[in-house]
């Protein structure tokens, strides 16, 4: 069958990748796509909110599998664009309606559906305009640590986290007042604090049933014992020794279940991927966040380490039939070290010249922020380029990953050196 996904990061070049190797995968298209996915597809310069040029390539290219990478076309609807035309319905759109992702365009919708469905999460309170001098009150009698989350999409960086109640103050009239993050930020979730260790379980839902993909723990802090400000990712490892067991029956039982039949309970549409971002207080899970899609850079080390043919899965999500599916990982630890622009998360300067690329052995280079320019690869984001590498346990596989980071060079280049530091 003929694919087109949508992006540009490191997920996309990790999706791009398990793609191609589908016996099912006819034709591969990336859109936009960077430097790496070229390599497993073809590139077409496309936005991917630009539906109506969407529509148009899907029809002039045979395409039967829509797969979006991110939540940006999600959370604008994609899903329904697709199914409400009839030239288009026939195509498989591999993620939720537009109802389906406001678990997680919306922050609020999110807890409130957990609350419904008796779902573990933070204590937490919501505030708008109308209810501003209400929400100060409130974070004046809050503990602290204090987190205080935009409601809508803020592109990873609306959520912060503050023990210090006058700053928190100021990000929530920063958030309301100022529109830091835009009309994202209208509506401020003021959540309770969890304590514990974090892991990203992802699945692959019908509407009925599900498979359970590879766990990840993922970095976002950019420094070294997780300091200084978020980031899209610095790294991440897979699988993630705590999420076995009684932790995993009890993510499943309290959790993974519950969601999938909340939102068959609630009619809403949803065939396609759930990420839980959740975290382990003293044994028990607890849901920090939904997202509607793959995580990044998760996904880096969660595709190396499926087994199963991704294009059949997808295929059986839109039968309805993943509980036959055949699910298959890797008894192989993966590990994935970001390489970043010099000031990212903050300003940073695109178009340095990469060097080293093809020195690299025994990993895989996962594209994020690059481009082609002639012969020469070009940095084009903040995060540049994941190293995924494979190993006999978590250490072997970022020894290997580290290794290979030595040999990439551009002017500016970051790293943490102690992603998987727990393990």
């Not at 591969?28 to 529509?55: H, M, Q, R, W």
């Not at 199914?83 to 999110?110: C, D, M, W, Y």
């Not at 700053?167 to 007042?177: C, D, G, N, T, W």
């Not at 839109?318 to 010099?342: N, Y």
């Amino acid at each position: 069958m003929n694919i087109l996904l949508l992006g540009s990061g490191g997920r996309e070049c990790a999706l791009s990748w398990k793609l191609s190797q589908s016996d099912l995968c006819d034709q591969l298209f990336i859109a936009p796509g960077n430097a790496g996915t070229a390599a497993y597809g073809t590139n077409v310069p496309l936005s991917i909110v630009d539906f109506e040029g969407i529509k148009s390539f899907c029809l002039d290219n045979n395409i039967e599998l829509l797969l979006p990478g991110g939540e940006d076309a999600l959370v604008a609807g994609i899903y329904d664009y697709f199914k409400n035309e009839e030239t288009l319905r026939h195509i498989i759109v591999a993620g939720p309606s537009r109802a389906g992702a406001q678990l997680e365009g919306s922050k609020a919708f999110s807890k409130k559906f957990m609350q419904r469905h008796g779902i573990p999460t933070a204590a937490y309170r919501e505030f708008d305009e109308a209810s501003f001098d209400e929400g100060l009150q409130y974070l004046d009698q809050h503990t602290v640590p204090i987190v205080l989350k935009a409601d809508g999409l803020a592109a990873g960086k609306g959520v912060v986290i503050t023990s210090d109640k006058e700053e928190a103050k100021k990000v929530f009239a920063s958030m309301i007042k100022e529109a830091q993050f835009g009309d994202a930020g209208k509506k401020v979730v003021v959540e309770q604090f969890l304590t514990g260790i974090e892991v990203s379980v992802f699945v692959l839902t019908d509407g009925d049933h599900y498979v359970v993909l590879p766990e990840a723990k993922d970095y976002k802090r950019i420094g070294e014992g997780d300091t200084g400000p978020n980031t899209g990712g610095m790294g991440a490892v897979s699988p993630v020794p705590f999420a076995q067991g009684t932790f995993m029956e009890q993510v499943i039982c309290r959790i993974i279940d519950p969601t999938v039949k909340g939102l068959k309970a609630e009619q809403i549409t949803y065939q396609g991927f759930i990420f839980f971002g959740l975290i382990n207080v003293n044994g028990d899970p607890y849901v920090i966040e939904y997202n509607c899609r793959m995580g990044d850079p998760e996904t880096e080390v969660v595709m190396p380490r499926l087994e199963s043919d991704l294009v059949a899965l997808l295929q059986q999500m839109h039968a309805g039939k993943l509980d036959s599916a055949v699910m298959k990982h890797s008894d192989k630890a993966a590990a994935a070290v970001m390489l970043v622009s010099a000031g990212y998360p903050e300003a940073y300067e695109k178009g340095k010249v990469m060097s080293g690329l093809d020195t690299v052995q025994d990993s895989i280079l996962f594209h994020a922020g690059t481009a082609q320019k002639e012969a020469e690869v070009l940095t084009n984001g903040g995060r540049v380029l994941a190293v995924t590498a494979y190993g006999d346990n978590i250490k072997a596989a970022l020894a290997t990953a580290y290794g290979n980071a030595e040999k990439i060079n551009f002017e500016g280049k970051y790293y943490r050196k102690d992603i998987g530091y727990e393990f």
